[in-house]
């Protein structure tokens, strides 16, 4: 009665569900009815009903494979509630300083960081589905969490407090939260610092085509630092007409005191060196694809326009690792 619809009611207990369960791990949590989950839909009672889960994760707890839970000795209530919650996911362990605590386990400490990336949907999917038989799709739980999920389910309701002001995204469904990773396209965070050194050593090769030799590339993307969620995925090579997010890089090149100082005038030299980068690397290596960008071509610093940071910059689909490159020029 409080939520004026059992549909309003279940989204506001998942929501409290893990935005309680994982608050160490996010930093926001949303659930949402599909649109066509319409509150004011009261006459399909049985219908199977869509639920989208949003969640800001915490950069650093959510990439953890190991959930610490109480001391069973000094807090048997908590200690119960803790195995009520994580099923047979719980299990006691002795940890480095010698305390013996309940833990949840989802992973070897040497565990990739495409594993980690994974941890936090699939303890939300198995929340979902142990305490609310909500089936994540597609299925973001592991073949070991599908056989533990539903062998000793809770006996009561567990209560939790709801999330509050905390509801502040909304994503699609739980595994889109991650990116599916594809492994027939070597998608790792490895293999996308790797095209990157490629592409770096590839300009670094036409020093003798510069004005400037290219002296490093700087990551800017988060796939490229190991901070996004899932590594960056690139593309096929029959994937021609497909699209894929290109990942910021800053070009350095080496020291000169020739750089201008006006604004205006810098940005007409970023825009050279990047359209004779574009030409020189294309030549060399026509089976790559490049794309050079200049948004403010045919502006002079009589239009009293400042250029942005962004305005001028190439695009580069490496060849040998499928992932695209945006390359804007760096100047200290």
């Known amino acids: 009665l409080d939520h004026g619809h059992p549909v309003a009611a279940v989204q506001a207990r998942l929501a409290a569900l893990i935005g309680s369960a994982l608050e160490s791990q996010t930093r926001a949590v949303a659930v949402h009815a599909a649109a ?15 639920f989208f889960v949003g969640l800001v994760a915490n950069a650093e707890a959510s990439l953890r494979v190991v959930t610490m839970g109480p001391d069973p000795d000094s807090e048997p209530q908590a200690a119960a509630r803790f195995r009520a919650l994580w099923g047979e996911r719980a299990e006691l362990r002795r940890f480095r300083d010698s305390a013996i605590r309940l833990a949840s386990v989802w992973g070897a400490a040497n565990a990739s960081p495409e594993t980690r990336a994974t941890v936090l949907p699939r303890m939300a999917a198995y929340l979902l589905r142990r305490h609310f038989s909500v089936h994540s799709s597609p299925e973001v739980l592991t073949d070991e969490d599908l056989e533990v999920v539903d062998q000793n389910p809770p006996k009561a ?3 939790f407090a709801g999330t509050g002001g905390s509801l502040l995204c909304l994503s699609s469904r739980v595994v889109d939260f991650t990116q599916t990773i594809d492994s027939s396209l070597n998608s790792s965070f490895e293999a996308a610092l790797n095209g990157l050194e490629a592409l770096g050593s590839e300009l670094r090769g036409l020093e003798d085509q510069l004005p400037l030799r290219v002296l490093s590339l700087h990551a800017n993307a988060p796939g490229l630092r190991y ?5 960056p995925k690139p593309l096929a090579p029959s994937d021609e007409d497909a699209y894929i997010e290109p ?20 940005h007409k030299v970023k825009s050279a060196f990047l359209l004779r980068l574009a030409e020189c690397y294309g030549a ?30 190439l695009d580069i689909r490496h060849a040998t690792s499928g992932l695209a490159f945006r390359l804007a020029v760096y100047v200290d």
């Open 36 to 50: 066509d989950d319409s509150i004011a839909d009261v006459v399909h009672t049985n219908r199977t009903h869509v």
């Open 157 to 159: 309701a567990l209560e």
């Open 227 to 231: 901070t996004s969620l899932a590594p």
């Open 247 to 266: 990942l910021p890089v800053s070009v350095e090149f080496t020291s000169s005191t020739r750089w201008p100082d006006d604004l205006m005038a810098l």
């Open 284 to 313: 060399a290596h026509p089976e790559a694809v490049t794309t050079m960008v200049d948004s403010l071509l045919g502006y002079s610093a009589a239009d009293g326009i400042l250029p942005a940071p962004d305005a001028c910059y």
